[in-house]
């Protein structure tokens, strides 16, 4: 649909405005947990300001997904009702136009939304979960080169504490403490000569190659102590385990159905994975009902102003949150198959859409 006349492209524009506001309030909300972290890593460890910034830009389509479409509800509640509260949907009807007329440049709107929001949950995704691997993975040798400068204790992963006594500039990379009590039941001291960083890319993990040193450990028994003499000693440092970790990979259709094959299609955990498949596509379509449900909505809310219709879009969301989770309750008990109770929170706001536009139409 082409934006034919000046009055389609006011309205579209009403819309850009608070929809920039609130994508941008809302992804800075997502982002907060993420962002205070990737701040320690860039103040306390000395992570390059870069290396940062490429993280964000990987957790972006993750937080993009889920953002676009509650954007989109707010961006037509707010334009909607600022067009009723200001009396210019009044003098636009009283011209003969229909709400369902005025609502064409929202439908393009709500188009846009939902190709964005689609893009990026079919392939946006993707890219960035295997790329924030590669990303994650230079993070956590940065921390461990940065946890072996000289004359510094650091702990590039929890429960790891490594130190390289100082030594002069330039010289020989030699003498290596290291607390590792990863294992509670059997912490250890490792002292060693000298040592290497490598990078295992292929199995997300970085590792210190350690030349002629001791192991000393405390087995379960309080009396018994144990010592351990090497030439040559691999310790692996796992990706997940740094203060940064990639997203966990999700098991791919065939073998979620074989999964629910063995279980007799009762195990909860392929039932939830198969109704996030559906909602791979669900969610996406919820950004067109959201967008148009917002014209009704914003005509009944329009003295709510701005904030008002924050709150309001919001109030919606929670309540399609509820109903998610309403779902996922009856998917696992056997109630509800998988794929209705990934589209049955969407076809009630479309029925909820229907009705507040037909109410709307005759008043």
């Given at each position: 649909?082409?934006?034919?006349?000046l009055?389609d492209?006011y309205i579209?524009?009403?819309?850009l405005s608070?929809?920039?506001?609130s994508?941008?309030?809302?992804c800075?909300v997502?982002?907060?947990?993420?962002?205070?972290r990737?701040?320690?890593?860039?103040?306390?460890k000395?992570i390059g300001?870069?290396?940062?910034?490429?993280?964000?830009a990987?957790?972006?389509?993750s937080?993009?997904?889920?953002?676009l479409p509650?954007?989109?509800?707010?961006a037509s509640?707010?334009a909607?009702?600022r067009?009723?509260?200001?009396?210019?949907?009044?003098?636009m009807?009283a011209t003969?136009?229909?709400?369902?007329?005025?609502?064409q440049?929202v439908?393009?709107?709500?188009?846009c939304?939902?190709?964005m929001t689609?893009?990026?949950?079919q392939?946006?995704?993707?890219?960035?979960s295997l790329?924030?691997?590669?990303?994650a993975?230079?993070?956590l040798?940065?921390?461990?080169?940065l946890?072996?400068?000289r004359g510094t204790?650091?702990?590039?992963?929890?429960?790891?504490?490594?130190?390289?006594p100082?030594?002069?500039p330039?010289g020989?990379?030699?003498?290596?403490?290291?607390?590792?009590?990863?294992?509670p039941d059997?912490?250890?001291v490792?002292?060693a000569?000298?040592?290497h960083?490598f990078?295992?890319?292929?199995?997300?993990?970085v590792a210190?190659q350690?030349?002629?040193?001791?192991?000393?450990s405390?087995p379960?028994?309080?009396?018994?102590?144990?010592?351990?003499?090497?030439?040559?000693?691999d310790?692996?440092?796992?990706l997940?385990?740094?203060?940064?970790?990639?997203?966990?990979?999700?098991?791919?259709y065939?073998?979620?159905?074989?999964r629910l094959?063995e279980?007799?299609g009762?195990?909860a955990?392929s039932l939830r994975?198969?109704?996030?498949?559906y909602k791979?596509?669900?969610?996406?379509?919820?950004?067109?009902v959201f967008?148009?449900l917002?014209?009704?909505?914003?005509i009944v809310?329009?003295r709510s102003?701005?904030?008002?219709?924050?709150?309001?879009?919001?109030?919606?969301?929670?309540?399609f949150?509820?109903l998610?989770?309403?779902?996922?309750?009856?998917?696992?008990?056997l109630?509800?198959?998988?794929f209705?109770?990934?589209?049955?929170?969407n076809?009630i706001?479309?029925?909820?859409?229907?009705?507040?536009?037909?109410r709307?139409s005759?008043q």
């Amino acid at each position: 649909m082409i934006l034919r006349t000046l009055l389609d492209r006011y309205i579209f524009t009403e819309l850009l405005s608070p929809f920039g506001l609130s994508l941008g309030a809302l992804c800075f909300v997502m982002l907060t947990r993420e962002l205070l972290r990737l701040v320690e890593l860039l103040v306390s460890k000395g992570i390059g300001f870069w290396a940062v910034l490429k993280v964000i830009a990987m957790l972006l389509p993750s937080g993009l997904v889920l953002t676009l479409p509650i954007a989109g509800l707010i961006a037509s509640v707010t334009a909607f009702g600022r067009l009723s509260f200001d009396k210019e949907l009044v003098a636009m009807r009283a011209t003969g136009l229909s709400l369902l007329r005025l609502s064409q440049p929202v439908f393009l709107f709500s188009v846009c939304v939902f190709t964005m929001t689609l893009v990026l949950s079919q392939w946006g995704q993707p890219w960035s979960s295997l790329n924030l691997k590669k990303v994650a993975l230079n993070l956590l040798k940065d921390q461990l080169a940065l946890a072996l400068e000289r004359g510094t204790f650091n702990e590039p992963i929890p429960r790891m504490m490594i130190y390289v006594p100082e030594g002069e500039p330039g010289g020989p990379t030699e003498g290596i403490f290291i607390s590792d009590e990863r294992l509670p039941d059997e912490p250890r001291v490792i002292v060693a000569e000298q040592y290497h960083v490598f990078m295992d890319a292929a199995h997300t993990q970085v590792a210190l190659q350690l030349v002629n040193g001791v192991i000393h450990s405390r087995p379960r028994q309080v009396d018994q102590y144990r010592q351990i003499a090497f030439a040559s000693y691999d310790l692996k440092i796992d990706l997940n385990l740094s203060s940064y970790s990639a997203t966990e990979e999700r098991p791919s259709y065939e073998q979620i159905m074989a999964r629910l094959a063995e279980s007799g299609g009762k195990d909860a955990g392929s039932l939830r994975r198969l109704m996030e498949y559906y909602k791979d596509l669900a969610f996406p379509t919820a950004s067109l009902v959201f967008c148009l449900l917002g014209v009704p909505v914003g005509i009944v809310s329009k003295r709510s102003g701005r904030i008002g219709g924050f709150a309001v879009g919001v109030g919606i969301i929670i309540a399609f949150y509820v109903l998610n989770v309403g779902c996922d309750f009856l998917v696992t008990a056997l109630i509800l198959h998988p794929f209705w109770g990934a589209w049955l929170p969407n076809i009630i706001f479309v029925v909820i859409t229907v009705v507040l536009f037909i109410r709307m139409s005759r008043q």
